[in-house]
């Protein structure tokens, strides 16, 4: 069974300061990796995505994230908050190889408050 | 552009009606997913299709019937409501389950209180 764990259900940083957002997975396989973002009333957009390949992955609106095998982690950063970044941000990870390859599992949400 | 489309974005119920939750995508994807979000636990999948005239139950299926009679449309059905389903219901599409088929896209919801 694949699972996500989002540490943490908020994060305060101030605008300017780099932001960290935390994730640790568990699959049997090699992972595939998805970071989302929700803002009030609206879907989840894609931000980015582990596939195979860089252990550092750069996405949309200036975030990144770092895949750690060892850690089973796959932490979002992004080097300078800025207050728009304020929404609620999803894990997730998938399986390809396994039973449920067709699913995509996801963390309970952290929700980011960047402070002016 | 318009990505996918959920139809209604709000509805009241009353225990034990029934209701229908209409996806619609026009990115000619093949796969299409039925999630639903409540505070504090993420999304779950409910159903999902890979494919026109097929579907599958995913994690939480009790009580939801979909159907996939189109390519572009994913239905989502409650045939007799209950207030443990009230919740914020989201559509996906994807292109497939390959590396180069993600992400899904999401509609914005259909935020469903069952009475």
């Known amino acids: ?116 | 552009n318009a990505g996918v489309t959920q139809t209604p974005k709000f509805r009241v119920l009353k225990t034990g009606q029934s209701m229908t939750l209409l996806c619609a995508q026009d990115m000619n994807h093949e796969y299409m997913y039925w999630y639903r979000q409540d505070p504090g636990m993420g999304l779950r999948l409910i159903h999902y299709s890979v494919g026109e005239g097929t579907t599958a139950k995913g994690e939480v299926p009790d009580g939801y019937n979909v159907s996939r009679l189109k390519k572009q449309n994913f239905l989502l059905g409650l045939e007799s409501a209950a207030p443990s389903q009230t919740s914020v219901y989201f559509c996906a599409s994807s292109w497939g389950r390959g590396p180069s088929s993600q992400p899904q896209h999401f509609g914005d919801g259909t935020r469903l209180s069952i009475l």
Not at chain 1, 33 to 60: A, C, E, H, M
Not at chain 1, 87 to 94: E, H, I, M, P, Q
């Open chain 1, 1 to 116: 069974a694949q699972s996500v764990a989002q540490p943490e259900d908020q994060v305060n940083v101030a605008e300017g300061n780099p932001l960290t957002v935390k994730c640790t997975y568990s699959v049997s396989g090699n992972p595939y990796l998805f970071w989302y973002v929700q803002y009030p009333n609206r879907g989840l957009q894609f931000l980015l995505k582990y596939i195979t390949g860089d252990n550092l992955v750069k996405g949309s609106y200036g975030f990144e994230a770092e895949f750690n095998k060892s850690q089973t982690s796959f932490h979002l950063k992004k080097p300078s908050a800025l207050v728009s970044d304020s929404a609620l941000y999803f894990c997730a990870v998938r399986d390809p190889t396994g039973a449920g390859s067709y699913q995509l599992t996801f963390g309970k949400g952290t929700k980011l408050s960047v402070i002016p």
